[in-house]
């Protein structure tokens, strides 16, 4: 997987309902084009749904023969993931843990 050809996508501080049409089709345009980086730094509030949409994003990126990841997810961002009991379809996609 070139570095070159990889999609970043930064989410934000907030990444509740308000944020998740914006972020989705980012997402969508991303996982049909190639790798896909998320990055998880600046995440202080993560929702479900949102959690839920990462990983529905991954298997896409996964059908599609493409890379996905979550790096430097943040604190809370873990912490929602520990909180959902997802930790364990999350591992196979989160860097920086």
């Known amino acids: 997987?070139?570095?070159?050809?990889?999609?970043?996508?930064?989410?934000?501080?907030?990444v509740d309902l308000d944020a998740l049409d914006l972020i989705r089709d980012e997402l969508i345009d991303a996982v049909e084009s190639g790798p896909v980086r998320v990055g998880g730094k600046a995440v202080e509030r993560?929702?479900?749904?949102?959690?839920f949409m990462l990983l529905s994003a991954a298997e896409t990126a996964r059908r599609n023969n493409f890379g996905f990841a979550v790096f430097e997810p943040s604190a809370p961002f873990r912490a929602a993931v520990?909180?959902?009991?997802?930790?364990a379809q999350f591992a196979p996609i989160m860097e920086g843990i």
């Open 1 to 14: 997987m070139a570095k070159d050809s990889e999609k970043i996508v930064a989410l934000p501080a907030i």
């Open 46 to 51: 993560v929702s479900t749904n949102a959690l």
């Open 82 to 87: 520990d909180r959902l009991g997802i930790g």
